[in-house]
């Protein structure tokens, strides 16, 4: 593939990132509203509810007028915000990647904007020998002087040029005259703080208006857009159905490669900032000031990945990433078995795909989302346990028919046979081990006999698969017609089925047992 072709694809991806984040912002209710009572004192709602507080108790129960009146227009802003964020984001994802650019450039023009007012009262409110923020807050130019003349001026002049250089239309000339603005509030006023902060105030209004009058004078450009991408959609949907559309609009938008990308992005922020509270806190109990030490034991390292693992499948739109990711992670291990197996195929095109569709349907079951922190680790643990089982049967699915042709052919390559029987072997081996560590650490649980069964259930699959290799394998090496093959074979497969059917039994009383009397509000059906 050229590198120009590289480019644009990776590009088209990254810009469809930060909508990604703009959804699962606006999706994301840990902020929310728990009760009136923390729209009124100004404080954080809590995650557990605190039945001792008998004054949060009685205001929730009983709110006075008023304070339902404000939390009603509380929740309404609040749910209008969201609502606002997830269509703007949506749009924002299924735009055209040139689209998308233009779209980025106008926000880097509002972004210098404000910027530039940001860094002109700053500067004014310095200039004066004036807080502009609280004193309880860090310093605003503890990394740059922003109440040097010098830097501001630079500053100013950065602005200037990324509006212009962004706005880089030549048959509009009266870009240069607005970029003038960014310095004209500091230039004026003769010390006058009131003055020039209002003058600020204006000049990024006007700035503001005057993008805004741009976009609206191309409304023919985008209506025609628009109108285009409709009839072409509906076009689709008449003449191969909505399915055919889905299916196209999923290729186009690369939707896998864009979730992927945003749940590394995420998980990698919250490993800086775990790895961050964790030197901090070892240095913290460091005597006489001594270096920090970083991550000194198991546990430091376990809560670097445990945390960021937690947050990574707090929201809906996280665990849709997190499912990408178990997705490509499934599909390089069906590739990969395939490449040992010396076997081509489409089917590890759906090994990744399955996987997915399983870890995404058990954290929609067991309530992931909405569990509190330590409980949601413990159920993505049992959740990847119950996907990894799975993983083992797509890869008996994988070498099963593969000894079915290797012996029904009578093909004696040493390295075929040898590949098929180590995959086999770790099937039945691995298992074994896992099982034993599962009922070491773990006390009984359904869980626990749910995994026992699925995992079982591989191992006696990938038994009678060898058996009945076997049996064919000894019809080749026999100088006669073998008559009782069929029926040796049939008893084989016949028990394998029993046995298959008898554990189906058993993981549909034990789910039954879970809906009944362990799910509690959440039908966490396993």
């Known amino acids: 593939m050229p590198l120009t072709a590289v480019v644009m ?27 009136p009572v923390h729209l009124l004192n100004g404080s954080s709602p809590s995650p557990s509810f605190r039945v001792a507080d008998t004054a949060n108790v009685t205001s929730i129960l009983s709110p006075t007028t008023d304070e339902a009146a404000e939390w009603d227009v509380s929740l309404t802003n609040e749910v209008l915000v969201r609502v606002f964020g997830v269509v703007l984001a949506f749009f924002m994802f299924v735009l055209p990647t040139e689209m998308l650019v233009t779209v980025y450039k106008w926000l880097a023009c509002v972004g210098a904007i404000l910027g530039s007012y940001w860094c002109n009262t700053l500067f004014l409110y310095q200039a ?11 310093p605003v130019d503890a990394m740059i002087p922003l109440g040097n003349e010098t830097v501001h001026i630079l500053l100013q002049t950065l602005f200037a040029t990324v509006f212009c ?24 006023g003769n010390g006058d703080l009131f003055l020039q902060t209002s003058v600020a105030l204006w000049v990024s209004i006007a700035q503001i208006s005057y993008l805004g009058f741009h976009v609206l004078s191309h409304w023919r450009t985008l209506y025609a857009i628009t109108k285009s991408a409709f009839l072409r959609n509906r076009a689709i949907v008449r003449r191969h159905g909505i399915t055919s559309l889905l299916e196209t609009e999923w290729v186009r938008l690369s939707v896998p490669r864009v979730l992927r990308l945003f749940w590394l992005a995420r998980f990698c922020d919250h490993v800086v900032i775990q790895l961050n509270a964790t030197w901090r806190r070892s240095s913290a109990v460091q005597p006489d000031g001594g270096a920090p030490l970083g991550l000194r034991t198991a546990e430091d390292l376990v809560e670097v990945v445990k945390m960021p693992l937690v947050m990574g499948c707090d929201t809906i739109v996280a665990v849709l990433g997190l ?11 069906g590739r990969a078995v395939q490449q040992f197996l010396m076997i081509q195929d489409d089917e590890d095109k759906s090994f990744g795909t399955v996987s997915a569709i399983l870890f995404f349907v058990l954290a929609l079951q067991t309530g992931l989302t909405g569990l509190e922190p330590d409980k949601r680790f413990v159920r993505l643990y049992r959740n990847f346990c119950l996907l990894f089982t799975a993983i083992l049967h797509f890869v008996h699915n994988t070498v099963s028919p593969l000894l079915l042709s290797l012996s029904a052919s009578r093909n004696r390559s040493v390295k075929h046979h040898g590949r098929a029987l180590v995959v086999c072997t770790f099937l039945v081996l691995f298992p074994c081990w896992f099982l ?14 749910a995994v026992s069964a699925f995992s079982i259930e591989v191992t006696v699959k990938v038994i009678i698969s060898q058996l009945i290799y076997a049996l064919f394998m000894i019809d080749a090496y026999r100088n006669v017609f073998w008559e009782g093959l069929d029926d040796y074979v049939y008893y084989v497969r016949a028990t394998g089925s029993t046995i298959e059917f008898l554990f189906g039994i058993f993981l549909f009383f034990n789910g039954a047992w879970i809906l009944l009397f362990e799910s509690g509000d959440r039908k966490s059906v396993v």
């Open 128 to 138: 004066e020998g004036k807080e502009a923020e609280p004193k309880d807050e860090p």
């Open 323 to 333: 499912t990408s990711v178990v997705s490509s992670v499934s599909h390089h291990m």
């Open 165 to 188: 250089m962004v706005r880089n239309d030549s048959s509009d000339p009266s870009r240069f005259a607005v970029a003038f603005f960014f310095v004209l509030p500091s230039a004026i």
């Open 9 to 35: 694809s990776l590009m088209d991806v990254l810009l469809r990132v930060p909508a990604v984040f703009l959804m699962d912002l606006s999706l994301s209710w840990s902020s929310s509203f728990s009760s």
């Open 436 to 449: 034993y560590y599962l009922w070491s650490t773990h006390p009984i649980s359904t869980w626990l006999l």
